[in-house]
Protein backbone atom coordinates (compact mmCIF):
# COMPACT_ATOMS: atom_id res chain seq x y z
CA UNK A 1 0.00 0.00 0.00
CA UNK A 2 1.19 3.59 -1.05
CA UNK A 3 2.64 5.24 2.22
CA UNK A 4 1.50 8.55 1.91
CA UNK A 5 -2.04 6.81 0.95
CA UNK A 6 -1.75 5.35 5.03
CA UNK A 7 -0.33 8.94 6.16
CA UNK A 8 -3.34 10.53 4.85
CA UNK A 9 -5.99 8.04 6.43
CA UNK A 10 -4.46 8.83 9.42
CA UNK A 11 -4.28 12.35 8.68
CA UNK A 12 -7.67 11.85 7.97
CA UNK A 13 -9.14 10.21 11.24
CA UNK A 14 -6.76 12.65 13.59
CA UNK A 15 -8.54 15.63 11.89
CA UNK A 16 -11.82 14.02 12.31
CA UNK A 17 -11.47 13.17 16.00
CA UNK A 18 -9.95 16.73 16.75
CA UNK A 19 -12.91 18.19 15.14
CA UNK A 20 -15.23 15.86 17.63
CA UNK A 21 -13.23 16.68 21.04
CA UNK A 22 -11.87 19.93 20.73
CA UNK A 23 -15.55 21.87 20.75
CA UNK A 24 -16.26 19.63 23.63
CA UNK A 25 -13.14 20.39 25.78
CA UNK A 26 -13.34 23.81 24.46
CA UNK A 27 -16.89 24.30 26.08
CA UNK A 28 -16.52 21.85 28.86
CA UNK A 29 -12.66 22.27 30.24
CA UNK A 30 -13.49 23.92 33.72
CA UNK A 31 -15.95 20.45 34.53
CA UNK A 32 -14.15 17.84 36.31
CA UNK A 33 -14.90 13.96 34.87
CA UNK A 34 -18.27 12.69 35.77
CA UNK A 35 -18.78 9.63 37.71
CA UNK A 36 -22.53 9.71 36.36
CA UNK A 37 -22.55 6.97 33.86
CA UNK A 38 -25.63 9.13 31.82
CA UNK A 39 -23.19 12.33 31.51
CA UNK A 40 -21.05 9.30 29.94
CA UNK A 41 -23.68 8.22 27.73
CA UNK A 42 -24.09 11.84 26.46
CA UNK A 43 -20.71 12.06 25.56
CA UNK A 44 -20.94 9.16 23.63
CA UNK A 45 -23.51 9.74 21.62
CA UNK A 46 -22.15 13.22 21.11
CA UNK A 47 -18.71 11.82 20.33
CA UNK A 48 -20.52 9.10 17.89
CA UNK A 49 -23.03 10.82 16.01
CA UNK A 50 -20.83 13.68 15.13
CA UNK A 51 -17.51 11.39 14.35
CA UNK A 52 -19.76 9.01 12.43
CA UNK A 53 -21.69 12.22 10.53
CA UNK A 54 -17.91 13.18 9.94
CA UNK A 55 -16.52 9.10 8.72
CA UNK A 56 -19.88 9.41 6.29
CA UNK A 57 -18.87 12.73 4.65
CA UNK A 58 -15.40 11.13 4.26
CA UNK A 59 -16.85 7.62 3.15
CA UNK A 60 -19.31 9.76 0.37
CA UNK A 61 -16.11 11.98 -0.90
CA UNK A 62 -14.16 8.48 -1.01
CA UNK A 63 -16.77 6.78 -3.13
CA UNK A 64 -17.39 9.98 -5.47
CA UNK A 65 -13.30 9.90 -5.82
CA UNK A 66 -13.49 5.78 -6.49
CA UNK A 67 -16.08 6.47 -9.02
CA UNK A 68 -14.31 9.22 -10.88
CA UNK A 69 -11.07 7.47 -10.91
CA UNK A 70 -12.53 4.18 -12.17
CA UNK A 71 -14.66 6.12 -14.92
CA UNK A 72 -11.04 7.84 -15.86
CA UNK A 73 -9.99 4.12 -15.98
CA UNK A 74 -12.37 3.08 -18.33
CA UNK A 75 -11.69 6.36 -19.97
CA UNK A 76 -7.89 5.29 -21.13
CA UNK A 77 -8.82 1.64 -21.36
CA UNK A 78 -11.30 2.61 -24.19
CA UNK A 79 -8.85 5.55 -25.50
CA UNK A 80 -6.10 2.54 -25.72
CA UNK A 81 -8.72 0.16 -27.46
CA UNK A 82 -10.10 2.70 -30.21
CA UNK A 83 -5.99 3.96 -30.39
CA UNK A 84 -5.11 0.07 -31.40
CA UNK A 85 -7.83 -0.03 -33.92
CA UNK A 86 -7.07 2.87 -35.86
CA UNK A 87 -3.45 1.52 -35.70
CA UNK A 88 -4.15 -1.67 -36.94
CA UNK A 89 -6.47 0.36 -39.51
CA UNK A 90 -3.72 2.02 -40.63
CA UNK A 91 -1.65 -0.90 -41.03
CA UNK A 92 -4.54 -2.74 -43.16
CA UNK A 93 -4.85 0.75 -45.27
CA UNK A 94 -1.50 1.46 -45.70
CA UNK A 95 -0.57 -2.84 -46.79
CA UNK A 96 -3.96 -2.52 -48.94
CA UNK A 97 -2.32 0.56 -50.55
CA UNK A 98 0.62 -0.61 -51.52
CA UNK A 99 -0.52 -3.89 -52.86
CA UNK A 100 -2.52 -1.86 -55.54
CA UNK A 101 -0.03 -0.13 -56.42
CA UNK A 102 2.67 -2.78 -56.66
CA UNK A 103 -0.39 -4.75 -59.16
CA UNK A 104 -1.24 -1.77 -61.13
CA UNK A 105 2.73 -1.88 -62.36
CA UNK A 106 2.08 -5.61 -62.41
CA UNK A 107 -0.50 -5.69 -65.03
CA UNK A 108 0.96 -2.68 -67.55
CA UNK A 109 4.26 -5.27 -67.84
CA UNK A 110 3.72 -7.60 -69.96
CA UNK A 111 5.66 -10.94 -68.94
CA UNK A 112 6.92 -12.13 -72.35
CA UNK A 113 8.65 -9.52 -73.51
CA UNK A 114 9.08 -7.36 -70.39
CA UNK A 115 7.67 -3.64 -72.19
CA UNK A 116 4.52 -2.25 -70.92
CA UNK A 117 1.12 -3.77 -73.01
CA UNK A 118 -0.88 -1.65 -75.32
CA UNK A 119 -4.03 -3.27 -74.09
CA UNK A 120 -6.83 -0.85 -73.36
CA UNK A 121 -8.05 -3.44 -70.29
CA UNK A 122 -5.00 -3.40 -68.78
CA UNK A 123 -4.67 0.48 -68.53
CA UNK A 124 -8.39 0.69 -67.14
CA UNK A 125 -7.33 -1.83 -64.70
CA UNK A 126 -4.40 -0.17 -63.66
CA UNK A 127 -5.72 3.14 -63.50
CA UNK A 128 -8.54 1.93 -61.47
CA UNK A 129 -5.98 0.26 -58.85
CA UNK A 130 -4.29 3.51 -58.43
CA UNK A 131 -7.06 5.39 -57.75
CA UNK A 132 -8.75 2.65 -55.03
CA UNK A 133 -4.60 3.27 -53.31
CA UNK A 134 -5.50 6.76 -52.96
CA UNK A 135 -8.66 6.30 -51.60
CA UNK A 136 -7.34 3.56 -49.18
CA UNK A 137 -4.23 5.87 -48.65
CA UNK A 138 -6.21 8.94 -47.80
CA UNK A 139 -8.23 6.79 -44.81
CA UNK A 140 -4.64 6.87 -42.95
CA UNK A 141 -4.83 8.63 -39.97
CA UNK A 142 -1.63 8.04 -37.82
CA UNK A 143 0.72 10.52 -39.01
CA UNK A 144 3.63 7.79 -38.73
CA UNK A 145 2.42 5.63 -40.85
CA UNK A 146 1.28 8.41 -43.16
CA UNK A 147 4.87 8.79 -43.64
CA UNK A 148 5.84 5.40 -44.02
CA UNK A 149 3.33 5.12 -46.74
CA UNK A 150 4.71 8.36 -48.22
CA UNK A 151 7.82 6.39 -48.36
CA UNK A 152 7.15 3.11 -49.73
CA UNK A 153 4.84 4.63 -52.40
CA UNK A 154 7.87 7.08 -53.59
CA UNK A 155 9.22 3.92 -54.36
CA UNK A 156 6.32 2.03 -56.47
CA UNK A 157 6.48 5.66 -58.26
CA UNK A 158 10.17 5.21 -59.11
CA UNK A 159 9.50 1.43 -60.33
CA UNK A 160 6.55 3.19 -62.62
CA UNK A 161 9.23 5.97 -64.19
CA UNK A 162 11.51 3.59 -64.66
CA UNK A 163 9.04 1.11 -66.46
CA UNK A 164 6.98 4.00 -68.54
CA UNK A 165 10.67 5.51 -69.35
CA UNK A 166 11.23 6.33 -73.43
CA UNK A 167 14.31 4.80 -73.74
CA UNK A 168 13.20 1.51 -72.47
CA UNK A 169 10.18 1.76 -73.83
CA UNK A 170 10.77 3.86 -77.07
CA UNK A 171 7.73 2.69 -78.88
CA UNK A 172 5.62 4.91 -76.04
CA UNK A 173 7.07 8.24 -77.60
CA UNK A 174 4.59 8.14 -80.38
CA UNK A 175 0.91 8.32 -80.25
CA UNK A 176 0.13 5.72 -82.09
CA UNK A 177 0.73 3.72 -79.21
CA UNK A 178 -1.95 5.05 -76.89
CA UNK A 179 -4.00 5.16 -80.13
CA UNK A 180 -3.49 1.92 -81.71
CA UNK A 181 -2.47 0.51 -84.86
CA UNK A 182 -3.52 2.98 -87.93
CA UNK A 183 -6.12 1.56 -89.82
CA UNK A 184 -10.12 1.85 -90.24
CA UNK A 185 -11.58 4.24 -88.35
CA UNK A 186 -14.14 1.26 -86.92
CA UNK A 187 -10.53 -0.28 -85.69
CA UNK A 188 -9.11 2.25 -84.22
CA UNK A 189 -11.91 3.34 -82.21
CA UNK A 190 -12.81 -0.77 -81.10
CA UNK A 191 -9.40 -2.42 -81.07
CA UNK A 192 -6.12 -1.15 -78.52
CA UNK A 193 -6.72 2.36 -78.50
CA UNK A 194 -6.15 3.36 -74.95
CA UNK A 195 -8.77 4.90 -72.79
CA UNK A 196 -7.33 8.62 -72.28
CA UNK A 197 -8.32 8.95 -68.31
CA UNK A 198 -6.43 5.65 -67.81
CA UNK A 199 -3.44 6.65 -69.49
CA UNK A 200 -3.89 10.31 -67.54
CA UNK A 201 -4.03 8.43 -63.94
CA UNK A 202 -0.89 5.98 -64.83
CA UNK A 203 1.47 8.56 -66.00
CA UNK A 204 0.05 10.91 -63.40
CA UNK A 205 1.15 8.81 -60.40
CA UNK A 206 4.34 7.99 -62.43
CA UNK A 207 5.29 11.31 -62.39
CA UNK A 208 7.23 13.41 -59.86
CA UNK A 209 4.44 15.50 -58.23
CA UNK A 210 5.66 19.34 -58.49
CA UNK A 211 5.35 20.20 -55.15
CA UNK A 212 6.99 17.33 -53.41
CA UNK A 213 10.91 18.24 -52.87
CA UNK A 214 13.66 16.18 -53.91
CA UNK A 215 15.49 14.55 -51.46
CA UNK A 216 18.94 14.94 -53.40
CA UNK A 217 18.19 18.78 -53.15
CA UNK A 218 19.41 18.53 -49.33
CA UNK A 219 22.82 17.14 -50.05
CA UNK A 220 25.63 19.78 -50.17
CA UNK A 221 27.55 20.41 -53.21
CA UNK A 222 30.63 20.96 -51.25
CA UNK A 223 30.70 18.00 -49.94
CA UNK A 224 34.07 15.45 -48.74
CA UNK A 225 34.51 11.94 -50.54
CA UNK A 226 36.10 10.55 -47.52
CA UNK A 227 32.92 8.30 -46.80
CA UNK A 228 33.58 7.29 -50.47
CA UNK A 229 35.31 3.75 -50.47
CA UNK A 230 38.64 4.40 -52.48
CA UNK A 231 38.01 1.00 -53.96
CA UNK A 232 35.22 2.68 -56.01
CA UNK A 233 38.32 4.52 -57.96
CA UNK A 234 36.16 5.96 -60.62
CA UNK A 235 33.79 7.48 -58.82
CA UNK A 236 35.37 8.71 -56.03
CA UNK A 237 37.86 10.41 -58.99
CA UNK A 238 34.81 12.32 -60.67
CA UNK A 239 33.65 13.04 -57.06
CA UNK A 240 37.45 14.59 -56.79
CA UNK A 241 36.98 16.87 -59.68
CA UNK A 242 35.73 19.89 -58.74
CA UNK A 243 35.93 21.13 -61.99
CA UNK A 244 33.51 18.95 -63.23
Request: proline share 3%; net charge neutral.
Amino acid sequence: MDKKFIIGVFAAVAVSVAFVIVPWAYTFYNSTFSKDPASWGVFGDYFGGVLSTIVSIFGFVAVIVTIKKQGDGIKAQLASIELDKETRDDEVYNRQALQCLEEALVILNDSETGRIRSDRVAWLESARLILTAKQLSARITSESMRTVHSASEKVIRSKFMAKLDQKNCPETIQPGFFTGPSGAEHYRKVSNKLEKRSVYVVYKFASWPRTESDLIDDVENDFSVDPVNQGYFGASEYLKDKRQ
